[in-house]
């Protein structure tokens, strides 16, 4: 945009200046300039090149977008099939297997519904802050990520137990998550503040309730 704004107002220039250009006969030359020149400044005059009419369907904003998504929870690699009613898929098990351990690719048939709901929870909530494993971090350099924390006195990356359902309900004993740890009543919830900002207003019965 900002190379087609620079040559579309050198063009008007070199226009005025050869006469080939016809100005309204309210704007006189130097005033011609004058607006060039503003509009050639990007933080005093912001306009756009091209506005296109809106069209009922999303197909170019989707296409627009998708230019700047790179990875995802799944990449179009690993589907193999979809017949309107199921997906088959690729997938990788890791959890019966050291860190950095690759397995062999396996795969499996889920319900369309299914499927996007798997997908989904690989999804980050909007807002979220997310680093992707890369280089020495990777889960595959393992060994490497320990040699380099070794030379500079680090021990090794603790890789924490993976622990079932099952192994937390017997740590919290009966501890029910959703009761109060000091009067074993049932909390309620009242009000959900959204991420970022300050909690919403309100009096003071509803703050103490």
């Not at 309107?84 to 050291?98: D, L, Q, S």
């Not at 997310?130 to 990777?138: F, I």
């Not at 924390?149 to 017997?170: E, F, I, K, Y």
Request: aromatic residues 6%; hydrophobic residues 40%.
């Amino acid at each position: 945009m900002a190379v087609f704004r620079g040559k579309l107002l050198a063009a008007l220039r070199t226009a005025l200046h050869r006469g080939s250009l016809q100005l309204p006969a309210t704007l006189r030359p130097q005033q011609f300039l004058n607006l060039l020149n503003r509009l050639g400044h990007k933080q005093k005059t912001r306009w756009n090149v091209h506005i296109m009419a809106r069209y009922p369907h999303g197909v170019g904003v989707a296409t627009y977008l998708a230019r700047y998504l790179r990875g995802g929870p799944i990449t179009n690699a690993r589907l193999l099939a979809c017949d309107g009613r199921t997906v088959t898929f690729r997938y990788i098990e890791h959890h019966a297997r050291p860190a950095g351990e690759q397995g062999p690719q396996q795969r499996m048939t889920l319900p369309i519904g299914d499927f996007l709901q798997r997908v989904l929870q690989h999804v980050p909530p909007p807002h979220t802050q997310v680093v992707r494993y890369w280089g020495l971090y990777h889960p595959m350099k393992a060994e490497a990520l320990a040699v380099c924390r070794a030379q500079v006195g680090q021990p090794p990356v603790a890789v924490p137990t993976r622990l079932d359902w099952q192994t937390v309900c017997a740590q919290r004993g009966e501890a029910h998550p959703e009761r109060c740890p000091t009067c074993g009543q049932f909390l309620v919830c009242t009000v959900v503040i959204p991420r970022g900002g300050a909690p919403p207003a309100g009096t003071e019965d509803a703050r103490a309730a």
